[in-house]
Nanobody, 123 residues
């Protein structure tokens, strides 16, 4: 079993930055891809970014390209999401996910999910 714990969420003004972290524990494997999804009130969960197991391939939703950067430290079983130039529409609960090898936007490709961390961007 694998547990994922997110941290780093909070309240920030528009234009500000945050860095989310997701640490895996339990029966972890450095072969897993990791991803970030988000869900705003009244909306479906949506893909934000992913990184392959080796870190050589990343993918981003169009809405965050150029503003968000995903990275990972496999030795620490941790993935990061650096979020710059935040907008009010980025407000959501952000979820970390782990599974597969390549990453990508399909939620069912991920086997493990964290509990989420709230990000609120004020205008």
């Amino acid at each position: 079993q694998v547990q994922l714990v997110e941290s780093g969420g909070g309240l920030v003004q528009a234009g500000g930055s945050l860095r989310l972290s997701c640490t895996a524990s339990g029966r972890t494997s450095r072969r897993y891809a990791m991803g970030w999804f988000r869900q705003a009130p009244g909306k479906e969960r949506e893909f934000v970014a992913s990184i392959s197991w080796g870190g050589g391939s990343t993918a981003y939703a169009d809405s965050v390209k150029g503003r968000f950067t995903i990275s990972r430290d496999s030795a620490k079983n941790t993935a990061y999401l650096r979020m710059n130039s935040l907008k009010p529409e980025d407000t959501a609960v952000y979820y970390c996910a782990m599974g597969g090898y390549s990453g990508g936007p399909t939620a069912r490709e991920y086997d493990y999910w964290g509990q989420g961390t709230q990000v609120t961007v004020s205008s």
